[in-house]
Each structure stands twice: as structure tokens, then as C-alpha cells.
């Protein structure tokens, strides 16, 4: 398959695409669209090392790419990372907004300045990103735009912290602005809502049985998300195939929203 021929990729929050570690969701995206013909990825995150290493996995396999240090909260850090792109690659035809943080401190014990952060990295992040990338894909002709919420934008949660829910609620709204204001210019926008999946982002979850165990017995389909099942919605939202959906989210949480299991226990559970 060739989906993604001669496009070019620019993710957030992406350092995680070495294959010799744990991969996040930009790194089972990054490869397969790499597989899938893509022609170049800017990759970008805070964690430099795991950034930089990823991109020498990728160079011994051929595929063109490069990180650079992007604070998504940071307005000259898009501006200089873009027009490196451009300088290297020309267009940008795709952006994936993965860069996340969450803060479980309840209302009443959270920091004002911690509270602000996770929407900032959730929410400003987005906007920036938006605002800067679009500008250029819609001088080529259009592109698409994937922001990745989480199905902990559609309920409360007393494990995540206010500020994360509210921040992912809010990023499906403005998904949705973004694909009325760009529709014109040929850009789309989608989310994406993941379920429980193991990443480096909840790794400290999945290593604690009760916490592992209690969240897989909550899953109709039995088992914690891989990376790649939210890489194959990324892709998909990214690609032609989805070429008339815009403003619209799908969840990817193996039925968890679909509503309550009727036994305490999950017998398909893949707990260990
Ligand atoms: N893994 C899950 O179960 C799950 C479920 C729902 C939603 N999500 C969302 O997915 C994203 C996490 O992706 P992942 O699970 O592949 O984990 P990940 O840890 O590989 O990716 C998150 C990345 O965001 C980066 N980041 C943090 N602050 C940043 C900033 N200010 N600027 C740029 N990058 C920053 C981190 O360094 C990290 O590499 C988050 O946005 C999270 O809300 C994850």
C-alpha cells in the first residue's frame, strides 16, 4: 500500500519512536506511515535523547527524517521548527498532536500554575500548532490535521485530574473549529479519543497490577489498547480514506464508553 506517498508528517510529543524501547502512539504511526510510502516526518517532542535516538532507528532503515525541540506551549519553538521543515522538505501535509501531560491532583489540592500547565500542553499547544502549520497547508492545497483527544474528554474523572478531561474535552471542540475554519483551504481535522493503552504515558498504570487488572476487567474487548490500534485510527484520519470526514472524533477505547459490563469480572480480560 501506498497511503502516504510523497506526504510529509510533522508530529508533537513524539520522541517515543525508537523500536529498541517502548513506543508511543507517534511511533507506530511514524513507522507504518513510513512503510506505507511516506515520503518525510519532523519529529518533535521535549525529550531530546529519546527524540535524537529515535531518528538514528529511522535513518538505518531508510526513512527520512528529523527531531527537534519543541515545547508545544512555546509560540517561537513552532515558528522555528517549521520554517526548518519547510527549508528541508518543502510542505507539510500532515499534523498529529500527541504532546500530552496530566496532573491527578484533585480540585481542591492541585496548583493554579500545575492546573494551568496541563491545559496549556493539551489545549494551547493545539492551537498554536494549528494556527502556524495551517498557514502552509493551505498555500499547498490542504492536509489534515489529527489532534489526539482521550475518551477521559467524555466523563469526570477522579484518577486523571480536572484539568486533563477538561483540556481533552476541549480539544474536540476546538477539532471542530479548526474543521469549519480550514474546510475552504482543503484542511481537515479529526480526533481521535484513546482508551486505556500502554505507552510510556501509562506505563506507571500498567505496572500496577490493581490498577492494570481494574482497568482491563472495564474493557469490553478484554484487553489494555496497543499503540497500534490508535496508530491504524491516526493513519486512517490522516489518509484519502477518510478524505470526507472532518470535525469529527472517534473513540478508540475497545467499547469502554459504549456503557457498563453487566459482570464485575471481564472473563476476556488479559490479566496476568
Ligand atoms: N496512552 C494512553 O492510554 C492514552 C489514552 C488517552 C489519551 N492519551 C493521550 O495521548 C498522548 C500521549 O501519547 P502516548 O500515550 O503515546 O505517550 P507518550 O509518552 O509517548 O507521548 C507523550 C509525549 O508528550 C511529550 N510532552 C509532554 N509535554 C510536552 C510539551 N510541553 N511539548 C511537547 N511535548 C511534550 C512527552 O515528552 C511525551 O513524549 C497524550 O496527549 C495523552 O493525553 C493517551
Given at each position: 500500500?501506498?497511503r502516504?506517498k510523497?506526504?510529509v508528517?510533522?508530529?508533537t510529543?513524539?520522541?517515543?519512536?525508537?523500536?529498541?524501547?517502548q513506543?508511543?502512539?507517534?511511533?507506530e504511526?511514524v513507522w507504518r506511515?513510513f512503510?506505507e510510502?511516506g515520503?518525510?516526518?519532523?519529529?518533535?517532542?521535549?525529550q531530546?535523547i529519546?527524540?535524537e535516538?529515535?531518528?538514528?532507528?529511522?535513518?538505518k532503515?531508510?526513512y527520512n527524517?528529523?527531531y527537534?525541540?519543541?515545547?508545544v506551549?512555546?509560540?517561537e519553538e513552532w515558528?522555528e521548527v517549521i520554517?526548518v521543515g519547510?527549508?528541508?522538505f518543502?510542505?507539510?501535509d500532515?499534523?498529529?498532536?500527541?504532546a500530552g501531560i496530566?496532573?491527578p491532583?484533585?480540585i481542591?489540592?492541585i496548583d493554579?500554575e500545575?492546573?494551568q500547565?496541563?491545559?496549556n500542553?493539551?489545549?494551547?499547544g493545539?492551537?498554536?500548532?494549528?494556527?502556524?502549520?495551517?498557514?502552509f497547508?493551505?498555500k499547498?492545497?490542504?492536509?489534515?490535521?489529527v489532534?489526539?483527544?482521550s475518551?477521559?474528554?467524555l466523563?469526570?474523572?477522579g484518577t486523571?485530574?480536572s484539568?486533563?478531561g477538561a483540556s481533552?474535552?476541549?480539544l474536540l471542540?476546538f477539532?471542530k473549529s479548526?474543521?469549519?475554519?480550514y474546510?475552504?483551504?482543503g484542511?481537515?481535522?479529526n480526533?481521535i479519543?484513546?482508551?486505556?493503552?500502554?505507552?510510556?504515558?501509562t506505563?506507571y498504570?500498567y505496572n500496577?497490577?490493581v490498577?492494570r487488572d481494574?482497568?482491563?476487567n472495564?474493557?469490553?474487548l478484554g484487553?489494555w489498547g496497543r499503540?497500534?490500534?490508535?496508530?491504524?485510527?491516526i493513519?486512517f484520519?490522516?489518509?484519502?480514506?477518510?478524505?470526507?470526514?472532518t470535525?469529527?472524533?472517534?473513540?478508540?477505547?475497545?467499547?469502554v464508553?459504549a456503557?457498563?459490563?453487566?459482570?464485575?469480572?471481564?472473563p476476556?480480560?488479559?490479566?496476568d
Amino acid at each position: 500500500m501506498n497511503r502516504f506517498k510523497d506526504k510529509v508528517i510533522m508530529l508533537t510529543g513524539a520522541a517515543a519512536c525508537n523500536p529498541k524501547k517502548q513506543m508511543g502512539f507517534a511511533g507506530e504511526t511514524v513507522w507504518r506511515y513510513f512503510r506505507e510510502g511516506g515520503s518525510a516526518a519532523i519529529i518533535t517532542d521535549v525529550q531530546d535523547i529519546l527524540g535524537e535516538e529515535s531518528i538514528i532507528e529511522l535513518s538505518k532503515s531508510g526513512y527520512n527524517s528529523f527531531y527537534s525541540h519543541l515545547d508545544v506551549t512555546k509560540e517561537e519553538e513552532w515558528e522555528e521548527v517549521i520554517s526548518v521543515g519547510l527549508r528541508k522538505f518543502g510542505k507539510i501535509d500532515y499534523l498529529v498532536n500527541i504532546a500530552g501531560i496530566l496532573d491527578p491532583k484533585p480540585i481542591s489540592e492541585i496548583d493554579t500554575e500545575d492546573w494551568q500547565n496541563v491545559i496549556n500542553v493539551s489545549l494551547r499547544g493545539v492551537f498554536l500548532g494549528t494556527k502556524i502549520v495551517s498557514k502552509f497547508m493551505g498555500k499547498n492545497g490542504g492536509g489534515s490535521i489529527v489532534n489526539i483527544s482521550s475518551m477521559g474528554a467524555l466523563n469526570g474523572s477522579g484518577t486523571y485530574g480536572s484539568a486533563y478531561g477538561a483540556s481533552r474535552s476541549a480539544l474536540l471542540h476546538f477539532t471542530k473549529s479548526t474543521a469549519l475554519h480550514y474546510a475552504d483551504k482543503g484542511i481537515r481535522a479529526n480526533a481521535i479519543l484513546p482508551g486505556w493503552t500502554r505507552t510510556p504515558f501509562t506505563e506507571y498504570l500498567y505496572n500496577d497490577k490493581v490498577q492494570r487488572d481494574y482497568r482491563s476487567n472495564k474493557v469490553p474487548l478484554g484487553r489494555w489498547g496497543r499503540p497500534s490500534d490508535i496508530a491504524s485510527a491516526i493513519l486512517f484520519m490522516l489518509s484519502d480514506d477518510a478524505s470526507y470526514i472532518t470535525g469529527s472524533s472517534l473513540l478508540v477505547d475497545g467499547g469502554v464508553m459504549a456503557g457498563e459490563l453487566s459482570r464485575p469480572t471481564n472473563p476476556l480480560s488479559d490479566t496476568d
